[in-house]
């Protein structure tokens, strides 16, 4: 079966644009994805977790809004052991861990419409993330914008995004073209991620870092930090398959974004 979504990528080129139900692959890749995820040497244990949650820093009595948040077992943790309140993770796929701790609501809903899931009207946080689901926002700006609207006082997003070179050396060795070629195609492509479920077909709009930037600038938002997360050494040296992985495809990039002043 081969089920088709629109990672709609925000760019000057396609902002506003994309669309599809985004939530039938989600609802078939959502046990293979955490499945992958709670390895042992899964890249997001060894790498993007522990980055995300430096990034983070203190959540202790902070309100944490999850976009994407998968089973919300990432906001769950940051309430439990950061000691985060009043907070919120929304997934279009809906299999959520099984007793979330108080503080914690996991709700099903579509990021794209952040203000319209029921339970977040009239709500603001301290924390709004965007980890690795940034790509299934139909008009990215507007979601960002929505974020920014919904940030408390003080507040920052913490938005991850895979380093798109990474889709750019894929299909230039699928299609024997060069990497400047795949990476400046505005053409949509297909992609299947071995290791979550290589039966679902995802359709993925290609992004340069540029379109990136322009998306955050448009929203209103600069970049506090940005982070490339590599493998500790020891990590490196205990998983070199993993180490090989980040040095044929870099890794994910990190944005820590607050608003401009308006
Ligand atoms: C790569 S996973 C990342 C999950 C989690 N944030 C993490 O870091 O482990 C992408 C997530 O985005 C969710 N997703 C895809 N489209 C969505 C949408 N339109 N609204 C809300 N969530 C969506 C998927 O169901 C999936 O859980």
């Not at 299609?175 to 070629?181: A, I, K, P």
């Not at 071995?194 to 039966?199: D, F, I, K, S, T």
């Given at each position: 079966m081969f089920v088709t979504s629109y990672d709609s990528q925000a760019t000057a080129r396609s902002a506003g644009s994309g669309g599809g139900d985004s939530s039938r692959p989600w609802t078939e890749l959502a046990s293979g994805y955490e499945r992958a995820r709670a390895k042992e040497d899964s890249l997001d244990r060894l790498v993007e977790w522990p980055a995300q949650r430096d990034l983070l820093g203190d959540v202790d009595g902070l309100s944490v809004l999850d976009a994407g948040c998968g089973n919300g077992g990432k906001v769950a943790e940051l309430v439990r052991q950061g000691g985060a309140v009043a907070s919120v993770g929304v997934d279009i796929g809906g299999s959520f861990i099984t007793a979330p701790p108080a503080g914690l609501e996991l709700i099903q809903g579509d990021l794209s419409n952040l203000a319209s899931v029921p339970g977040l009207a009239d709500r603001w946080f301290d924390r709004i993330v965007f980890l690795q689901s940034f790509g299934y926002a139909k008009d990215p700006v507007g979601v960002l914008q929505t974020a920014r609207r919904m940030l408390a006082e003080g507040g920052f997003i913490l938005l991850t995004r895979t380093?798109?070179?990474?889709?750019?050396?894929?299909?230039?060795?699928?299609?024997?073209?060069?990497?400047?070629?795949?990476?400046?195609?505005?053409?949509?492509?297909?992609?299947?991620?071995?290791?979550?479920?290589?039966?679902?077909?995802?359709?993925?709009?290609?992004?340069?870092?540029?379109?990136?930037?322009?998306?955050?600038?448009?929203?209103?938002?600069?970049?506090?930090?940005?982070?490339?997360?590599?493998?500790?050494?020891?990590?490196?040296?205990?998983?070199?398959?993993?180490?090989?992985?980040?040095?044929?495809?870099?890794?994910?990039?990190?944005?820590?974004?607050?608003?401009?002043?308006?």
């Open positions: 380093q798109p070179v990474r889709y750019a050396i894929e299909r230039a060795e699928q299609n024997g073209t060069s990497l400047g070629e795949e990476y400046f195609s505005t053409a949509s492509f297909s992609y299947r991620h071995q290791g979550w479920n290589e039966q679902i077909n995802l359709t993925k709009r290609p992004y340069t870092m540029s379109d990136l930037l322009n998306i955050f600038s448009a929203a209103g938002l600069w970049i506090e930090t940005a982070v490339e997360p590599q493998m500790p050494e020891e990590a490196r040296q205990r998983y070199p398959h993993k180490q090989a992985v980040l040095n044929k495809y870099l890794g994910i990039l990190m944005f820590k974004l607050r608003p401009l002043p308006s």
